[in-house]
């Protein structure tokens, strides 16, 4: 005890000092968070700052007239402050008021009331945006930005700004203030005056006058009118308009056109695609020029199935694709090749040297990643998409890029990371109205069915209804359960029928064309000739697929006459895609009629074209042209490339082909001569449908195979 006596005082004096001085300065390096705050966030510091205080004073208490012990609690309760104290003060720490953005505004041209047309209102205008930029609060409008803004309302980018203009170019540019200038003359004195606008209301919130000087004092007149304005706006009433968000920036005569556009977009983002349509439409009312809301009603159009409108929107948007900005140019151009010439490539190639010019431009780096998908340039589609999304938490307007990022994943086997994108969604955005299906899709394409059919049960708990019924299918067709099926998406489509379902991820005519399929594998096929005839609305890849179906039932009435409406369909649009499609559907006919070689000529060339859209379809056919024409080896690789697509398969819904391709699979091995080959191929779709009914036709056959490869 008496050694400590030696040492104690001086290191006690030591803990003080480093203390004072470490606190000390953080709180006046934090203090600038604090000046602008609210009592309700100065009440929780000037309490943490009292309990400090009267921590000091019960450890001096302690040190001088208490023994050791009481010297070490007393200590230890300073720590214990000091860490609170830290925690305060130090970004971004617990009650922290957060240094606000800066304060944006514009500066409206000085209006000129002296009487004398010659006065240079410019020179006023450049001083005071000058002498305003000095204030690290205050950030002014850049001039390219207010000249693209301008160009965007239809105005030259010179036009002077009035109190209007500057109105609309705030809201559209997310400028939260309007400073509006006016000078005046009394005799020969001069008065600068200015007022601050709410640009949403109109509202003056502050106004100032300064004066009266002669011409030689005008500078510092203008520098007056700056100082009273920076001093002004470090109040925290300015606040509320530190975070004013911005319209889209997208070409328009109409405010208000716009207003409703930027509210489309966020519900396009939340996947409400009747709400967006809604407001694109009110916004068309207002201005029929307004391209980029034809693009996007374009898009809602083609969700739902409706191909003439959505053609008919893009060539509109196209027609006034020279009014626009760069970067609009290219959103209407992505969807015209998409929509309207079916040209993937040619979309490709212009936005991605688009965003090599502007690799900032997060909105197209979205349609990147889905015409890299389209064209199954899978890495590509995934890091574009990534960029897209940004980090993490997503909000609900990245609703369908979330989705698009899962889809991907799907499509390269990454069922890892596709459950993963799933639980984020489920997490960020609770609502998505895709989250049912990527929920459990990837369980259920792992092989995890349990989880997957738990999945499907809590669907079904919770009146979810629709995403049962489809999911619930989808489950029964990897089972082989084709019955079951069956029954489930014909009660879906006739569900999403309903003028109320408009919102559904997919349309009825695909869910018609799915349940053709499975009449045909289970050898219906009357059955499959009456969902044939619904399927009405749906894109040209789909419509292709109904004629070949019609093919394969011998109906070449019906084939020939899709593939006539196909060509009127597709008339002046020769594209890649476009003559693969009218191939396929060709050479399904030359099969039909007994052409074999013709056949095998026509979808081979289709072949060469790989196509998200259309992939597993043309496979399918070549792989059946090739065997069909004795081209064993060329049959093997098309039914392969099928097998090695499992989540791809998935992804584009086509489960009963990617089952079936290990079947032909093997019925293509065996007809090289391979029998341990195909009897492999044959043992693995048997484990795939071992719960299926015995007596659908494939698995009859299937038996057959079984015995001759065994021998």
């Given at each position: 005890?008496?050694?400590?006596s030696?040492w ?28 602008r ?11 943490v700052?009292?309990?400090y ?28 402050a ?62 390219n ?26 809201q ?26 709410d ?16 011409m030689?004092g ?36 109409s ?16 996947a ?20 980029l ?5 374009a ?5 739902q ?39 993937h ?7 991605t ?11 197209r ?10 064209l199954?340039?899978?890495?590509v589609a ?6 897209a ?8 307007s ?12 799907l ?6 990371q ?30 995890d ?12 708990q ?16 990897y ?58 609305g749906?894109?040209?890849e ?15 009435k019906?084939?020939?006459e ?8 597709l ?45 597993f379809?043309v ?22 490339s ?10 584009r ?19 090289t001569?391979?029998n ?22 494939v ?9 001759e490869?065994?021998?």
């Open positions: 005890m008496t050694s400590n030696k104690l005082p001086w290191f006690d004096r030591a803990l003080a000092i480093t203390l004072i001085v470490v606190h000390g300065a953080g709180v006046l390096d934090h203090f600038k968070n604090y000046v705050a609210s009592l309700a966030t100065w009440i929780p510091v000037l309490i700052v009292l309990g205080v009267l921590f000091w004073a019960l450890y001096i208490f302690r040190i001088r007239y208490h023994g050791f012990y009481s010297k070490a609690i007393a200590r230890l309760l300073l720590i214990f000091s860490v609170a104290v830290i925690l305060m003060f130090t970004p971004p720490g617990y009650m922290v008021a957060e240094l606000s953005p800066e304060l944006q505004m514009l500066v409206a041209d000085v209006e000129n009331k002296t009487g004398d047309s010659g006065f240079s209102v410019d020179a006023i205008k450049r001083t005071l945006t000058i002498a305003l930029k000095e204030s690290p609060e205050i950030a002014i409008l850049p001039d930005r207010l000249q693209d803004t301008l160009r965007r309302m239809g105005k030259p980018p010179n036009e002077r700004i009035s109190v209007d203009i500057g109105r609309e170019v705030c559209r540019e997310g400028v939260g203030l309007l400073v509006a200038p006016v000078v005046s003359k009394d005799e020969e004195k001069y008065i600068l005056e200015a007022q601050v606008l640009p949403k209301t109109g509202e003056v919130l502050y106004e100032t006058t300064v004066g009266a000087s002669g030689e005008i500078t510092d007149t203008v520098s007056k009118l700056a100082n009273d304005l920076r001093n002004r706006f470090g109040e925290s009433r300015w606040d509320l308009y530190r975070k004013t968000k911005p319209l889209a920036a997208a070409t328009s005569k405010l208000d056109a716009l207003e409703l556009y930027s509210q489309a977009l966020e519900d396009l983002g939340e409400k695609y009747t709400a967006a349509a809604e407001k694109l439409n009110k916004a068309l009312g207002l201005d029929s020029d307004f391209a809301a034809w693009v996007e009603l898009s809602i159009y083609d969700l199935g409706k191909m003439g409108d959505a053609i008919a929107c893009s060539t509109r948007a196209f027609s006034l694709r020279d009014r626009l900005t760069e970067p609009e140019r290219v959103r209407v151009d992505d969807f015209y090749y998409w929509h309207v010439e079916n040209n490539e040619k979309a490709f190639t212009e936005l040297e688009f965003l090599r010019k502007y690799p900032k431009n997060q909105d780096f979205a349609s990147l990643s889905y015409e890299a998908h389209m199954m340039k899978f890495d995934e890091e574009a998409i990534q960029d999304l940004g980090k993490r938490p997503w909000g609900e990245s609703e369908e890029s979330s989705y698009a990022l899962w889809q991907i994943q499509s390269r086997d990454k069922f890892p596709a459950l993963e994108t799933a639980s984020y969604i489920k997490q960020d955005i609770p609502k998505a109205a895709y989250l049912p299906y990527v929920a459990t899709i990837p369980k259920l394409v792992s092989g069915k349990e989880a997957a059919k738990l999945e499907i049960l809590h669907l079904r919770t009146n979810n209804t629709d995403a049962a019924l489809w999911i619930g299918g989808l489950f029964e067709v089972e082989g359960k084709l019955q079951s099926a069956s029954d489930q998406w014909l009660q879906y489509a006739r569900s999403i029928e309903q003028p109320e379902k408009s919102e559904s991820w997919t349309t009825p005519g695909n869910v018609y064309l799915a349940l053709m399929r499975i009449a045909l594998l289970a050898g219906k096929k009357n059955e499959a000739r009456l969902y044939l005839k619904k399927v009405q749906v894109r040209d789909y419509f292709v697929e109904a004629g070949k179906y019609y093919a394969r039932l011998g109906d070449l019906e084939a020939g899709v593939l006539d409406e196909l060509r009127k369909r008339a002046g649009r020769e594209t890649n895609q476009n003559r693969a499609l009218l191939e396929l559907l060709e050479g399904e006919i030359e099969l039909a009629r007994g052409n074999k070689d013709k056949s095998f000529t026509l979808i081979s060339s289709a072949a060469t074209y790989p196509w998200a859209y259309s992939y379809s496979q399918e056919s070549l792989g059946n042209a090739a065997l069909a024409s004795g081209r064993n080896e060329i049959a093997i690789q098309a039914f392969k099928i097998v090695d697509r499992k989540g791809f398969a998935a992804d819904e086509h489960p009963e082909i990617w089952i079936m391709a290990h079947y032909d699979t093997g019925r293509s091995y065996q007809a001569g391979n341990a080959m195909a009897r492999s191929y044959y043992l693995q779709f048997e484990q795939l449908w071992g719960g299926a009914d015995a007596t659908l036709p698995l009859v056959e299937l038996r057959k195979h079984l015995s490869t065994e021998r």
